[in-house]
């Protein structure tokens, strides 16, 4: 049997637009990146969701050329998500 790998958490989130946001993520967990940015494909605006409690982890990751990245799994030892815009992104991203 394959052992499970840690999560990386969401460390922070400063989009206070966000639906899973009551101070920090309460998504059970998030999924980062398109094809063209690093943002965080589980802000949702408006709605309110999530489990109550700020305990985030990236579930996924799109964005293969990222150096925190190996076969879509982050592995950064956690992850800060901030304001981009009208988006929401991965502020711990970066390339090579």
Known sequence: MTQMME???????TVSSC???HDGC????????????????????GDKGGMGKALAQVGA???ADCVH????????PAIVVGESGD???CLTYETA
């Open 7 to 13: 999560m990386p958490r969401v460390q922070t989130c």
């Open 26 to 45: 309460t998504a059970f967990a998030v999924t980062i990146g398109s094809a063209i940015s690093a943002e965080c494909d589980t802000y949702v605006a």
């Open 69 to 76: 990245n190996t076969d879509l799994e982050c592995h950064a």
């Open 61 to 63: 990751c799109k964005r």
């Open 87 to 89: 988006k929401a992104d």
């Open 19 to 21: 639906g899973y946001n």
